[in-house]
């Protein structure tokens, strides 16, 4: 493995409390270690730190050092291997050759550990991290914790920038490709050919892992709807690779289609659209219109080029269960029953597609999801938002109880509390103050940021799921832009029996 990541540690990985003395100072962001196990599956792991502090004597040699023991102990402890740790003790003004933004550590981690720097990241919360992978040949990668809202304005246009470690992590993940090319190649040929044989593949996208069939093989179709447990009045969603393949699906691709296309496809926005012939009734429960959308995902596109036909894919989970965005919940909820897990790596956008119906009149919205109805809106105008008659739905997504854990669930909007006798879980928003009790805490966003906490969502619900709990609270959003996503298939996940209507 020849990739790396150089890491910024104050503001980065850990808070910044100025010059850190002692390792009682030491605070780790929450998502720091899960952001850190998932980069180290692909890159090793380096820290980059300038501590003036040393050169003004405001702190010693060995302070530093002590920290940098804890930082690397506490992260070696969770399973995180930090192969160096590079510190400049110098001011800027002194001038060293060791001083960021020159990469004189990252052209030394080349020469020692055989770094390829043009696909190698830094990640950092000053303007001189984004500089420094620039004169390294690397990749910046801005965080907006530490100093990074102070200095974002310093920052070149084209900079990339996230809000914290885990949104950079997952950013570093999608644009580097799912592991290595040449065995993602090999598994997308073989998933390709188990496909075209009639087989049931799961794959990535950048909204949820799907579990797909040939869109024309109705045999394979109904394994799909066998494999999840899902009605057969539930229409699925065909994935393409180009519009082409699009326009071989429908009767008809109107103006407006073409508008959202253009402005949205590849991407998180599935349209409903009048079917062509060609498509089975098993595929679109009966009704008249497909359901159709371009995923935005390397590893997807490949795949369904490669297949050379359309893919119907549902979510790869069993039906009415909370969606999986890494191929780890795929394994832990379908097992065998599925012929290849293809790994894309995790989901960046992390809920479904947002599903616009074109049928009649104005678009109207089946289903908020990965695209905020406000942009949908931006491009034409007002969009209907209908309901739908329950136990027929015209898409996907749209049944009252569905996206569930298999705790119990409730969404509470008012003062949270742990529930009396019961270890209670919390799914927050914002890690609010909240009282003391919970038996676990996940946070969907520390900063507010609802792309973010999209992305969170469903791999925090399957994190508290695993722990055995008696019942799961949850925080509902701003409901607004992916917002009314978010808290549809919060409202959707807490309509399970055993819902608590009223918490003590």
């Not at 409903?272 to 497909?290: E, F, H, M, W, Y």
């Not at 491009?379 to 008659?389: F, I, Q």
Request: proline letters at 8%.
């Amino acid at each position: 493995m020849n990739l790396a990541i150089f890491l910024d540690r104050d503001g980065t990985i850990i808070e910044d409390r100025g010059h850190l003395r002692s390792p009682s100072q030491v605070v780790f962001f929450p998502d720091t270690v899960r952001a850190l196990r998932m980069l180290q599956q692909r890159f090793r792991l380096f820290i980059v730190t300038n501590q003036p502090g040393i050169a003004e004597g405001v702190i010693g040699p060995d302070d530093v050092a002590g920290v940098h023991d804890f930082v690397l102990d506490h992260l070696a402890q969770s399973g995180i291997n930090i192969e160096r740790v590079y510190c400049c003790p110098h001011r800027r003004v002194d001038g060293c050759r060791c001083i960021k933004p020159k990469p004189y550590y990252l052209r030394r981690a080349a020469r020692e550990y055989g770094i390829d720097l043009r696909k190698s990241f830094v990640v950092g919360d000053h303007p001189h991290d984004v500089e420094l992978a620039s004169n390294a040949g690397a990749t910046g990668i801005y965080v907006l914790t530490g100093h990074g809202e102070k200095h974002r304005a310093d920052l070149p246009a084209e900079a990339i920038v996230t809000s914290g470690i885990w949104a950079a992590a997952t950013r570093i993940v999608e644009m580097s490709g799912p592991r290595d090319c040449r065995d993602v190649g090999n598994e997308i040929s073989r998933a390709a050919g188990i496909l075209r044989a009639g087989g049931v593949v799961a794959f990535a996208t950048e909204t949820v892992y799907g579990l797909g069939a040939n869109v024309f093989d109705t045999e394979a179709v109904a394994r799909v709807f066998e494999i999840k447990g899902r009605p057969r009045f539930d229409p699925l969603i065909a994935h393409v690779s180009d519009r082409r393949q699009a326009r071989s699906l429908v009767a008809c691709f109107p103006k407006v289609a073409r508008k959202l296309a253009r402005r949205f496809w590849p991407g998180p926005l599935t349209l409903v659209l009048p079917k062509s012939d060609r498509v089975p009734d098993i595929v679109t429960a009966g009704l008249p219109t497909v359901a159709v959308r371009m995923p935005d995902h390397p590893a997807a596109l490949a795949l369904i080029r490669e297949a050379g036909v359309p893919l119907a894919a549902p979510s790869a989970n069993p039906f009415g269960r909370a969606s999986p965005t890494t191929a780890e919940h795929v394994r832990q909820q379908l097992g065998g029953d599925v012929e290849l897990v293809l790994d894309g790596g995790p989901c960046r956008v992390g809920i479904e597609s947002t599903v616009v119906s074109l049928v009649e009149g104005k678009p109207a919205l089946l289903r908020a999801g990965g695209v905020a109805v406000e942009d949908i809106e931006a491009v034409v105008g007002p969009v209907l938002r209908p309901t739908s008659a329950p136990n027929h739905p015209a898409a996907p997504g749209q049944l009252p109880q569905h996206y569930a854990p298999r705790t119990p669930l409730a969404l509470y909007a008012n003062d949270l509390h742990p529930v009396t006798g019961q270890r209670t879980g919390l799914l927050s928003f914002r890690g609010r103050s909240v009282s003391l009790g919970f038996a676990a805490v996940e946070v969907l966003s520390p900063y507010g940021d609802l792309e973010e906490a999209a992305a969170n969502l469903f791999a925090a619900l399957h994190r508290l799921d695993a722990l055995g709990l008696d019942l799961i609270l949850a925080d509902p959003v701003p409901d607004t832009g992916l917002g009314l996503a978010i808290n549809d298939r919060l409202r959707r996940a807490s309509s399970v029996a055993g819902r608590v209507e009223k918490v003590t």
